[in-house]
């Protein structure tokens, strides 16, 4: 009996963009770190914005924060 043919899908993976303006250690780092984990084929890019707050010093929060979302494998811009 022979195969069934199969079309190959040509279209890209869809996936969500999350604009993150919480100031870290936001509790919602976690849950999207969580999420990611749990769908590692979603693609995900999540928006943060960390010079639109008081102070002109650098938060080292935000550093740590964005190289854990990178290491779960999340796009951050």
């Given at each position: 009996?022979?195969m069934p043919h199969m079309a190959l899908s040509t279209e890209?993976?869809?996936?969500?963009?999350?604009?993150?303006?919480?100031?870290?250690?936001?509790?919602?780092?976690?849950?999207?770190?969580?999420?990611?984990?749990?769908?590692?084929?979603?693609?995900?890019?999540?928006i943060i914005n960390p010079f639109n707050g008081p102070g002109?010093?650098?938060?080292?929060?935000?550093?740590?924060?964005?190289?854990?979302?990178?290491?779960?494998?999340?796009?951050?811009?």
């Open positions: 009996m022979p890209p993976p869809t996936g969500i963009m999350i604009p993150l303006y919480t100031d870290p250690p936001d509790p919602s780092y976690g849950t999207i770190i969580e999420e990611k984990n749990n769908h590692p084929s979603v693609p995900m890019i999540v002109l010093s650098k938060d080292p929060n935000y550093a740590i924060y964005i190289q854990r979302l990178q290491s779960s494998g999340i796009m951050v811009l």
